[in-house]
């Protein structure tokens, strides 16, 4: 398949459009799905060519998950993706969180602290800037929902107390749970996270929502307040 420039060249059953028609689209391999997104490749490459070339970029094993943390300056990188192709390389990949997201939701119970982390981990541990997230729990700590509270700067952002639990008071959230990133890859607590976990503490004891755990990621790798006994 390397010696052939353009898809329409090939047999009309290896072809991921009629394959797909054919035979459904779990026939498809790993390439042959991200060569139908990309639609197109380059003079030279097919599409199914450029799309295997994406898939061993990262010189991982896992197929399509090896795109699911490429950055958009690593994907324009690649020699035959621009801008369009990488946008759409990105917003396939967060579709494929999203659902993954979505369907864990349904039976989620955060009643261990490494559920939570291993839960959010991929999640918070790539950002280059701070994010604060906040999730809600009901009574028996199950999922209610999450919500980026705010997004800082690559060592510093801000969140106040008021902001978290005016949503907790509207979604009826028993328990409430923080949890920032540091993009040095190091979770270790600064002395201005512990302040601000102690004021989140008090204002969730005057509330009667109480704050069950605030969780630092490092790069794969995080802090619980509650594990360490800080809170």
């Known amino acids: ?6 898809i329409k060249e090939l047999p009309a059953s290896d072809r991921p459009y009629e394959k797909c028609l054919m035979y459904g689209p779990q026939s498809l391999s790993d390439a042959e799905l991200l060569a139908v997104i990309l639609r197109s490749g380059i003079k030279g490459k097919n599409a199914i060519n450029l799309a295997q070339t994406i898939l061993n970029i990262s010189g991982s094993k896992d197929g399509l998950l090896s795109i699911m943390n490429l950055s958009y300056e690593e994907l324009l990188k690649i020699d035959g993706v621009g801008k ?9 990949a967060q579709l494929s969180k999203r659902i993954s997201k979505t369907k864990a939701k349904e039976k989620l119970c955060f009643s261990e602290v490494d559920t939570i982390a291993d839960y959010y981990m991929e999640e918070m541990r790539h950002s280059n800037v701070e994010i604060f997230k906040a999730v809600f729990l009901d009574v028996k700590c199950n ?15 801000i969140a106040v107390p008021k902001d978290v639990f005016s949503v907790a008071l509207k979604c009826n959230a028993h328990f409430v749970i923080i949890m920032h990133n540091h993009p040095t890859g190091d979770p270790t607590p600064s002395g201005d996270d512990v302040a601000i976990t102690e004021r989140f503490a008090k204002a969730g004891r005057i509330l009667g929502i109480e704050l069950l755990d605030h969780i630092i990621y490092g790069d794969n790798v995080f802090t619980s307040f509650k594990k360490d006994k800080l809170l």
């Open 84 to 92: 369009v192709k990488a946008i759409q390389i990105l917003c396939i």
């Open 1 to 6: 398949m390397n010696d052939i420039k353009f």
């Open 143 to 157: 999922l209610i929902k999450d919500s980026i509270i705010s997004i800082g700067t690559n060592n510093h952002t």
